[in-house]
């Protein structure tokens, strides 16, 4: 009996270090294909200009306007996130800690919202957009993008939240702090690592993601200067030059998407670096 156990769990580690291994494999295959493949259209010019006449057909420029827009819509959709997903992460944790089935019904309704499909949340968007009379801007793209990634927000940041010890709730009370307090100053000081990470995560999402910006933010080959312009983004640009028959503007496309990838790369690895940093331990 001994023996078939110990064989049991030699197949079932096997398997698990299979499947870890493989996972790695299959993103260094994803991210060395994609960058064998961008790798002779990128150059600065992809970076610092934006589309010169004839572009998508071979003609000169980069993706300037794709990269800032989409940086404006990811920086401007988090903060939103923020701004909605902080206070709700510390309501759910402190003022129902008390409530557990209402705790549980509201992040089953943040979890279905998490799962629904971008393009969905770019219908919805776009709906906005005919009842406020509003064009595909900046704007717009914000917005959408903030819905699509608040729930993101409010559960990463929820289940970090929901590992602090609850004695340390009830001793801020028993020394006189009110609930607000203890939620601001002691809960949310404890889980900024796991804040810092929700943040990286939703920014992440909403700097990668296409369909909520499809009917939205719009298209342009300029950099927009106001809110309510059309704006570019990356996964738009590189779904544009992927449809092109012109072999070039395919290339730039997966320099586009090198471009994007070192972009969430980096943010992977920001998010682990200041996880680290602001680790409870370092936290004074």
Same mark, same amino acid.
């Given at each position: 009996? !001994? %023996?078939?156990?110990?064989? #049991? #769990?030699?197949? $079932? =580690?096997f398997l698990s270090a299979f499947m870890t291994y493989s996972l790695i494999l299959v993103l260094m295959f994803i991210i060395g294909v994609v960058f064998v493949k961008g790798f002779n259209a990128l150059n600065p010019d992809m970076i610092l200009k934006? @589309? %010169?006449?004839?572009?998508?057909?071979?003609g000169e420029g980069g993706v300037l306007n794709a990269i800032a827009g989409s940086l404006y819509i990811a920086v401007g959709a988090t903060l939103i996130a923020i701004f909605i997903g902080l206070p709700a992460a510390l309501y759910i944790n402190v003022q129902l800690i008390r409530? %557990?089935?209402? +705790?549980?019904?509201? !992040?089953?309704f943040l979890d279905a919202l998490w799962g629904i499909p971008s393009i969905v949340y770019g219908a919805f968007g776009f709906t *906005?957009?005919? &009842? $406020?009379?509003?064009?595909?801007s900046l704007l717009a793209g914000i917005i959408t993008v903030a819905l699509l990634i608040s729930p993101i927000m409010v559960r990463t940041f929820d289940e970090v939240l929901s590992t602090i010890p609850r004695g340390l709730? #009830?001793?801020?009370? /028993? *020394?006189?702090s009110t609930r607000t307090e203890? /939620? &601001?100053? =002691?809960?949310? !000081? +404890?889980?900024? @690592?796991?804040?810092?990470? /929700? =943040? *990286?995560?939703?920014f992440g999402r909403g700097i990668g993601d296409a369909a909520s910006v499809l009917f939205t933010a719009g298209y342009t080959d300029n950099v927009p200067v106001n809110l309510d312009e059309p704006a570019a983004t990356l996964p738009l640009a590189i779904f544009f030059q992927l449809g092109s028959p012109i072999p070039e503007v395919r290339e730039r496309a997966f320099a586009s998407a090198v471009i994007l990838t070192l972009i969430i790369l980096l943010l992977s690895f920001s998010a682990r670096f200041m996880a680290k940093k602001y680790s409870r331990t370092n936290l004074r």
């Open positions: 009996m !001994r %023996r078939i156990k110990i064989i #049991e #769990e030699k197949i $079932f =580690v934006t @589309p %010169r006449g004839g572009y998508y057909y071979g409530h %557990r089935k209402t +705790q549980n019904t509201i !992040r089953y *906005l957009m005919l &009842f $406020f009379g509003m064009n595909a709730y #009830e001793a801020s009370l /028993a *020394l006189g203890t /939620a &601001f100053k =002691v809960i949310f !000081r +404890q889980g900024f @690592p796991g804040f810092i990470t /929700a =943040v *990286l995560l939703s």
